[in-house]
């Protein structure tokens, strides 16, 4: 894979930029990275890397989430213990969701 093609996809994962901004900062026509992103190995790439930035993320969000809930639960009006159950229920199988994704991964793998 060339190194123009690994900026490309490290700034989309990025996610701050759209699809146009990134191939002018990345010195490429928007329609070259639109032929890019039907390569299986460029698809590969950004997947793997997509996971990547997932997994690095989630411990900081989760932290963040938790203490977001630990706050509202004090504050919370009865109208707003709808959001709060959804949210801590999403926190309950968090470690599911990662567990399923990555046993989906090693069976696309595998």
Known sequence: MKQKQMEVIKMM?????????VARAAGVNQATICRWK????????YSRQVKESIVNKAPGSY?????FLKARKEMAKSGEYEIFFAAEAILDRSDDLISCQFR???VLQG
């Open 104 to 106: 989906t991964e090693n």
């Open 38 to 45: 039907k390569d299986p190995v460029f698809l590969l790439e």
């Open 13 to 21: 994962v990025d996610g701050a930029m759209t699809q146009g901004e």
């Open 63 to 67: 932290k963040a989430l938790v203490d």
